[in-house]
């Protein structure tokens, strides 16, 4: 608004002084102005950029707990598993045990029956 103002102020004798400085202030108010504008522009759009990716991530967060929550039931499944034939193996054993206690080498070293290794060898396979 000034700047068109100072181009019209030559027709007033008594401000006619002022105008050069009023056109060069109005034009850098001008140019001011539209850069800043220009800059806020610019901050909103990364704004709603933000909220989006934002959004995004929330959505992402959710999927993932319940990917997780599945995931651990599988897993407390495999454990349960484990678990039981690890009871089976250990039943095996004590039931073995009683057979071969009385069994000793000369010497006091104790012979390992082949059912011990076996039972051992099974408990350390992974169930498929």
Known sequence: MLTITAFFIERIPVINQYRLPAQVLG???????????????VEMQWRERVAEVEAK???TQKQSAAA???LAKKSQAKVRVIQGRTQIVRQYIDREV????????????CEIPREFVKAHNSAAETPK
């Open 98 to 109: 009683v057979r071969y206690d009385t069994r000793f080498a000369p010497g006091g070293v």
């Open 57 to 59: 991530l929330a959505e």
């Open 27 to 41: 034009i850098a108010l001008l140019v001011l102005g539209v850069y800043f504008r220009g800059g806020y522009a």
């Open 68 to 70: 997780n929550a599945a």
